[in-house]
């Protein structure tokens, strides 16, 4: 193998490990999203810190007022997101992002939209959500050119 060859591979190691790091913390978000869907309280706690704190449209919440709302039912909920931003420095990070979650039950369908923001900190190795604020925006608020992606765990 040529040097050349050699410089692109590790050119390209850096840049992937680079967009690893970025999207690293954001995992966080997805995995409690994810739990909430699967109505799964141990998931949910295992992603956050032992003072999460949940400023849920003008409300404070812990993880026990959350947990006392997600209860089973007959919908089906999927996850989208845009990540807006990513910061982190050491043990760090926030990230903002567009959250929407589509609501199915047989024919019927719902979107809720919300504008959202979280403050992680590494915890053994592992980014946990210490502080999550949720903003709800009116679906048809959503900006056009946001293009959400949808989070399958």
Do not use: C
Not at 102 to 130: M, P, R, Y
């Amino acid at each position: 193998m040529g040097k050349i060859q050699k410089l692109i591979i590790f050119i390209s190691l850096i840049i992937s490990a680079s967009t690893y790091a970025q999207d690293a913390p954001f995992k966080a978000v997805q995995d409690l999203f994810s739990a909430i869907s699967q109505v799964n309280h141990s998931k949910m706690k295992a992603v956050v810190t032992a003072d999460f704190q949940l400023l849920e449209d003008g409300e404070d919440w812990d993880m026990n007022d959350l947990i006392n709302v997600i209860k089973p039912s007959n919908y089906v909920r999927k996850n989208y997101f845009n990540v807006v931003k990513t910061q982190s420095s050491g043990d760090f990070a926030w990230v903002s992002y567009w959250n929407k979650a589509t609501f199915t039950k047989g024919e019927l369908t719902k979107d809720v939209v919300w504008l959202e923001s979280a403050v992680l900190i590494k915890d053994a190795n592992k980014w946990k959500i210490q502080m999550l604020h949720s903003t709800k925006i009116k679906p048809e608020k959503l900006p056009k050119n946001i293009v959400l992606t949808e989070y399958k765990n």
